[in-house]
């Protein structure tokens, strides 16, 4: 479990970027929502925490792609940070929790 004393970065940025998944598993299951109580308890929890990811700060730099044509391999390059409050951590592992929980009972 994520928890405020884990200050591992790589960790933190993994957080980070599920704000997009996050953003896009709610469109998909939002058709859904109607369709039975539970579903709609999953979406809404899900905007729930979609809230808590707009005080999530993404960086992404794109760096330029090195191709390497004797292996036919490319390796495309980037640079990513996530800033986020102690606060926001402690708040998101809470309601992961909660759903998660809620669905495997």
């Known amino acids: 479990m994520l928890t405020s004393e884990n200050k591992n970065r790589n960790i933190i940025n ?8 996050l953003n896009n598993l709610i469109e998909l299951l939002s058709p859904y929502y109607y369709k039975s109580k ?8 899900l905007v729930d925490l979609a809230y808590e990811f707009d005080g999530i700060i993404f960086n992404y730099s794109y760096e330029e792609s090195t ?3 004797e292996q036919n ?7 990513s940070n996530v800033i986020i409050s102690e606060y926001h951590i402690r708040t ?3 309601k992961i929790s909660t759903i998660r929980n809620s ?3």
């Open 73 to 79: 391999l490319t390796l495309i390059k980037s640079n």
């Open 14 to 21: 993994r957080l980070g970027e599920q704000k997009h998944p």
């Open 67 to 69: 191709v390497i044509p």
């Open 38 to 45: 539970e579903l709609a308890w999953l979406i809404d929890a």
């Open 103 to 105: 669905i495997i009972q």
């Open 92 to 94: 998101i592992a809470q």
